[in-house]
């Protein structure tokens, strides 16, 4: 009688236009304590993005936790009023919805996949606390990869950019050409990562899944980088930093690290190379600039017959597919590999 009478009082609200969609989510979990003896745990899309957020901030690196607070504070902001709703009222149109108007401002193909990737890891936890009876995700096709990547410096840019650079400047050229760190974890590099008697360099990289265990990186030391090390003057403490300046400096923004790089590019006469053209307010993609250097550090290595699985190591790659992404051959290695195969033995005049 008690679910009865809930049910007639609800449906009289609706008929008058007067049930709310707060008024009739607190129906439905008031008859659902009633009839199962616990309450109904309901939650709108707002409410469980935010405590997902809090969820993650332990569990995941600080880049990565920014990248996906980012995107989730976009995807809430996309559904408007929705976002008040009951988490199920979200389907795949949202999302391609939320993907497509990303895209035009300015964001690749790659990216748009990414903030999907993320709000499909988020989802997947509400499946699993059976907030929703299935990821709306699932109905969302990847888009076509665009293909824009790094390419290499050739020697000689790296001399002309050597030829322009104050000393802070050429070391991190070097260690970014000869051992491939991050821009971020080159300015920070320390003397105590340098063994010059065992010719070893040992750093931590920056990008390391929080909980995950942490593990350093251990590279020979070029002689290049050995004889820069050498000239500098040495502090009486190993914790010093090896740039003092540029370790003082934030790598993003207008006048952050990669910018200063890029300008020191046009300096030396080195075009920047560009990506496609994009509609909307996105930064064109820069086929070169700092971190090209990684990728030349690990292409280099490939083009000298180095094996992929010590080049992971080397350069700190976790999986075959990334350190892929990071490998240019030269033409000759495909020449090389081509010489190789036998010729076939035919009948004259065939």
């Known amino acids: 009688m008690e679910v009865a009478l809930k049910f007639d009082k609800t449906a009289t609200q609706a008929r008058g236009g007067l049930l ?55 995807f809430v902001a996309s559904l408007g009023k929705k976002a008040n709703l009951d988490l199920r009222h979200i389907n795949a149109r949202d999302i391609i919805s939320f993907r497509d108007r990303e895209i035009k401002k300015g964001l690749t193909n790659k990216t748009a996949n990414m903030a999907v990737v993320t709000i499909r890891i988020a989802l997947n936890v509400a499946k699993r606390q059976q907030l929703i009876p299935h990821n709306p995700v699932d109905g969302v096709e990847q888009l076509p990869a665009d293909g824009e990547t790094r390419i290499c410096f050739t020697p000689e840019q790296i001399t002309k950019l050597l030829a322009v650079a104050d000393q802070e400047w050429r070391g991190m050229i070097l260690l970014g050409y000869f051992v491939g760190p991050r821009i971020s974890v080159c300015a920070k590099m320390k003397w105590e990562h340098f063994d010059t008697n065992s010719d070893w360099i040992k750093y ?61 590019m046009v300096k030396a006469g080195i075009e920047i190379p560009k990506g496609r053209e994009k509609e909307g307010t996105g930064r064109q993609f820069r086929l070169l600039g700092f971190h090209s250097l990684r ?34 051959l030269q033409k000759e290695e495909f020449t090389k590999a081509m010489a190789k195969l036998s010729g076939i033995q035919q009948a004259e005049g065939s």
Request: overall charge positive; some cysteine; proline content about 5%.
């Open 20 to 74: 709310t969609e707060s008024q009739a989510r607190k129906v439905v979990a008031e008859l659902y304590e009633v009839g199962a003896g616990q309450p109904l745990e309901l939650s709108t899309a707002q409410e469980f993005f935010d405590q997902w957020r809090k969820v993650i901030k332990n569990k995941n690196a600080k880049g990565t936790v920014l990248r996906y607070d980012r995107t989730i504070e976009l």
């Open 204 to 264: 931590t990289p920056n990008k390391v899944r929080r909980g995950a265990k942490v593990v350093d990186i251990s590279c020979p030391m070029h002689s290049d980088v050995k004889k820069y090390i050498l000239s500098l003057p040495k502090p009486d403490e190993t914790n010093t930093p090896l740039f003092p300046t540029l370790s003082l400096k934030s790598t993003g923004g207008n006048s952050g690290l990669s910018e200063v790089f890029l300008d020191l």
């Open 295 to 328: 990728h030349s550090f690990n292409s280099n290595l490939a083009n000298a017959g180095v094996s992929q699985e010590l080049r992971k190591k080397m350069v700190g790659h976790k999986s075959d597919t990334i350190n892929d992404i990071y490998t240019h």
